[in-house]
Nanobody
Framework: QVQLVESGGGLVQAGGSLRLSCAASGRTFSSYFMGWFRQAPGKEREFVAAISGGGVNTYHADSVKGRFTISRDNAKNTVYLQMNSLKPEDTAVYYC??????????????????WGQGTQVTVSS
Protein backbone atom coordinates (compact mmCIF):
# COMPACT_ATOMS: atom_id res chain seq x y z
CA GLN A 1 0.00 0.00 0.00
CA VAL A 2 1.13 3.51 -0.84
CA GLN A 3 -0.39 6.60 0.70
CA LEU A 4 0.02 9.90 -1.12
CA VAL A 5 -0.42 13.37 0.35
CA GLU A 6 -0.29 16.46 -1.88
CA SER A 7 0.52 19.96 -0.72
CA GLY A 8 1.47 23.32 -2.14
CA GLY A 9 -1.73 24.35 -3.85
CA GLY A 10 -3.25 27.79 -3.46
CA LEU A 11 -4.34 30.98 -5.15
CA VAL A 12 -1.93 32.71 -7.49
CA GLN A 13 -2.17 35.42 -10.13
CA ALA A 14 -1.69 34.63 -13.78
CA GLY A 15 1.98 34.50 -14.63
CA GLY A 16 2.90 33.34 -11.15
CA SER A 17 4.42 30.11 -9.91
CA LEU A 18 3.61 27.31 -7.50
CA ARG A 19 5.38 24.11 -6.54
CA LEU A 20 3.27 21.13 -5.65
CA SER A 21 4.65 18.32 -3.54
CA CYS A 22 3.41 14.79 -3.09
CA ALA A 23 4.78 12.80 -0.17
CA ALA A 24 4.51 9.03 -0.35
CA SER A 25 4.58 6.40 2.34
CA GLY A 26 6.33 3.08 1.97
CA ARG A 27 9.82 1.80 1.34
CA THR A 28 9.53 1.08 -2.38
CA PHE A 29 8.90 4.60 -3.66
CA SER A 30 11.64 4.38 -6.28
CA SER A 31 9.86 1.41 -7.86
CA TYR A 32 6.84 3.50 -8.74
CA PHE A 33 6.08 5.66 -11.71
CA MET A 34 4.61 8.90 -10.40
CA GLY A 35 2.12 11.07 -12.21
CA TRP A 36 0.30 14.35 -11.80
CA PHE A 37 -3.24 14.73 -13.09
CA ARG A 38 -5.75 17.54 -12.77
CA GLN A 39 -9.48 17.98 -12.93
CA ALA A 40 -11.25 21.28 -13.48
CA PRO A 41 -14.92 21.77 -12.57
CA GLY A 42 -17.17 20.17 -15.16
CA LYS A 43 -14.25 18.62 -17.01
CA GLU A 44 -12.71 15.19 -17.14
CA ARG A 45 -9.48 14.38 -15.37
CA GLU A 46 -6.47 15.03 -17.57
CA PHE A 47 -2.83 14.00 -17.55
CA VAL A 48 -0.29 16.66 -16.63
CA ALA A 49 3.09 14.99 -16.14
CA ALA A 50 4.76 11.72 -15.18
CA ILE A 51 8.19 10.52 -14.14
CA SER A 52 9.80 7.10 -14.06
CA GLY A 53 10.98 5.47 -10.87
CA GLY A 54 14.58 6.52 -11.22
CA GLY A 55 13.67 9.95 -12.50
CA VAL A 56 15.37 9.49 -15.87
CA ASN A 57 12.26 9.61 -18.03
CA THR A 58 9.72 12.40 -17.80
CA TYR A 59 6.56 13.14 -19.74
CA HIS A 60 4.59 16.37 -19.91
CA ALA A 61 1.28 17.17 -21.52
CA ASP A 62 1.51 19.53 -24.48
CA SER A 63 -0.57 22.08 -22.61
CA VAL A 64 2.09 22.44 -19.90
CA LYS A 65 5.34 21.81 -21.76
CA GLY A 66 7.83 24.56 -21.16
CA ARG A 67 5.91 25.79 -18.11
CA PHE A 68 5.63 22.80 -15.74
CA THR A 69 8.40 20.44 -14.64
CA ILE A 70 8.01 17.17 -12.79
CA SER A 71 10.82 15.89 -10.59
CA ARG A 72 11.32 13.51 -7.70
CA ASP A 73 13.55 12.98 -4.70
CA ASN A 74 13.57 9.28 -3.86
CA ALA A 75 15.50 9.88 -0.65
CA LYS A 76 12.55 11.95 0.54
CA ASN A 77 9.82 9.81 -1.03
CA THR A 78 8.51 12.95 -2.70
CA VAL A 79 7.52 13.99 -6.20
CA TYR A 80 7.23 17.63 -7.23
CA LEU A 81 5.46 19.65 -9.87
CA GLN A 82 7.03 23.04 -10.49
CA MET A 83 4.47 25.24 -12.22
CA ASN A 84 5.57 28.48 -13.83
CA SER A 85 3.78 31.02 -16.03
CA LEU A 86 0.46 29.87 -14.67
CA LYS A 87 -2.68 30.61 -16.64
CA PRO A 88 -6.32 30.78 -15.51
CA GLU A 89 -6.98 27.59 -17.48
CA ASP A 90 -4.56 25.76 -15.15
CA THR A 91 -7.14 26.14 -12.38
CA ALA A 92 -8.04 22.66 -11.16
CA VAL A 93 -7.65 20.14 -8.40
CA TYR A 94 -4.27 18.50 -8.87
CA TYR A 95 -3.77 14.86 -7.95
CA CYS A 96 -0.64 12.79 -7.71
CA UNK A 97 -0.73 9.11 -8.50
CA UNK A 98 1.58 6.12 -8.17
CA UNK A 99 1.74 3.14 -10.47
CA UNK A 100 3.99 0.14 -10.89
CA UNK A 101 2.82 -3.00 -12.65
CA UNK A 102 0.19 -1.55 -14.99
CA UNK A 103 2.14 1.39 -16.39
CA UNK A 104 2.21 1.27 -20.21
CA UNK A 105 1.90 4.84 -21.49
CA UNK A 106 2.10 6.68 -18.13
CA UNK A 107 -0.52 9.15 -19.34
CA UNK A 108 -3.65 7.10 -18.67
CA UNK A 109 -5.14 7.42 -15.24
CA UNK A 110 -6.27 3.80 -15.12
CA UNK A 111 -2.63 2.68 -15.23
CA UNK A 112 -2.08 4.06 -11.74
CA UNK A 113 -2.88 2.21 -8.54
CA UNK A 114 -2.79 4.84 -5.81
CA TRP A 115 -4.07 8.40 -5.69
CA GLY A 116 -3.76 11.33 -3.33
CA GLN A 117 -6.66 13.42 -2.09
CA GLY A 118 -5.84 16.36 -4.34
CA THR A 119 -4.81 19.96 -3.83
CA GLN A 120 -6.61 22.98 -5.27
CA VAL A 121 -4.78 25.35 -7.60
CA THR A 122 -6.58 28.55 -8.54
CA VAL A 123 -5.10 31.01 -11.00
CA SER A 124 -6.71 34.42 -11.16
CA SER A 125 -6.63 36.60 -14.25
Amino acid sequence: QVQLVESGGGLVQAGGSLRLSCAASGRTFSSYFMGWFRQAPGKEREFVAAISGGGVNTYHADSVKGRFTISRDNAKNTVYLQMNSLKPEDTAVYYCAAGRWRIRTAVAGDEYDYWGQGTQVTVSS
